[in-house]
């Protein structure tokens, strides 16, 4: 059994950051890629980034490269996603997922084995 707890979102207003977490358990984390995807109301789930087994590789949205960057701390079974620069449509649920087949980076939605609950991110303009 695997757990994804995410942690972090609020409100915030445009051009203000968030940093959300993810902390993992019940699974070498050190092992798999892990994934942040987002979801506003009315739309599909989207890829927002990914990170690789052992952080070598990231990979990015274009709606949100050069604002938003995934790190992860294997000793701590965490991934992060620091947002900056926020805008009103980066308003969503914010979900963190792992990819137990690939210690690389996929950016299909359908890849992912295990979500986190969810966090809300609102920005505000």
């Known amino acids: 059994q695997v757990q994804l707890v995410e942690s972090g979102g609020g409100l915030v207003q445009a051009g203000g950051s968030l940093r959300l977490s993810c902390a993992a358990s019940?699974?070498?984390?050190?092992?798999?890629?892990m994934g942040w995807f987002r979801q506003a109301p009315g739309k599909e789930r989207e890829f927002v980034g990914g990170?690789?087994?052992?952080?070598?590789?990231?990979s990015y949205a274009d709606s949100v490269k050069d604002r938003f960057t995934i790190s992860r701390d294997n000793a701590k079974n965490t991934v992060y996603l620091q947002m900056n620069s926020l805008k009103p449509e980066d308003t969503a649920v914010y979900y963190c997922?792992?990819?137990?087949?690939?210690?690389?980076?996929?950016?299909?939605?359908?890849?992912?084995?295990?979500w986190g609950q969810g966090t809300q991110v609102t920005v505000s303009s």
């Open positions: 997922a792992a990819d137990f087949r690939r210690r690389w980076v996929s950016r299909q939605i359908y890849n992912y084995d295990y």
């Open positions: 990170i690789s087994w052992n952080g070598g590789d990231t």
């Open positions: 019940g699974r070498t984390f050190s092992s798999y890629a």
